[in-house]
């Protein structure tokens, strides 16, 4: 069973940088789109960026130009590369996994059956 885990959260000040990073054991890492989803306070969760297997990226609009998210099969990990940091970037950022993921759905949830326990992200002066 494939079990993500995410690292790289922390306090940065408003137009800084963090990248976030999402490693895996069990299962085959090659064959997983891999996505970032995020929860603030008090809001529902909501999706923030996709990998495929064939490494196709997808971003919420929210964050397109701002972050980047990448995969290194070999290290079993994903990363979430975070610049241009605002407040309203605040929440738990959340990775998630699975192998029969369809384009349609992949900002979705429910596409998702493996998710880490989140990292906290804050961005504040």
């Known amino acids: 069973q494939v079990r993500p885990v995410e690292s790289g959260g922390g306090l940065v000040q408003p137009g800084g940088s963090l990248r976030l990073s999402c490693s895996f054991s069990g299962g085959t890492f090659s064959r997983y789109t891999v996505a970032w989803f995020r929860q603030a306070t008090g809001k529902d969760r909501e999706f923030v960026a996709a990998i495929r297997y064939s490494s196709h990226t997808y971003y919420a609009d929210s964050v397109k130009g701002r972050f980047t998210i990448s995969r290194v099969n070999a290290e079993n990990t994903v990363y979430l590369q975070m610049n241009s940091l605002s407040p309203e970037d605040t929440a738990v950022y959340y990775c998630?996994?699975?192998?029969?993921?369809?384009?349609?759905?992949?900002?979705?949830?429910?596409?998702?059956?493996?998710w880490g326990q989140g990292t906290q992200v804050t961005v504040s002066s």
């Open positions: 998630a996994a699975d192998s029969q993921v369809i384009l349609s759905s992949i900002r979705y949830q429910a596409s998702y059956d493996y």
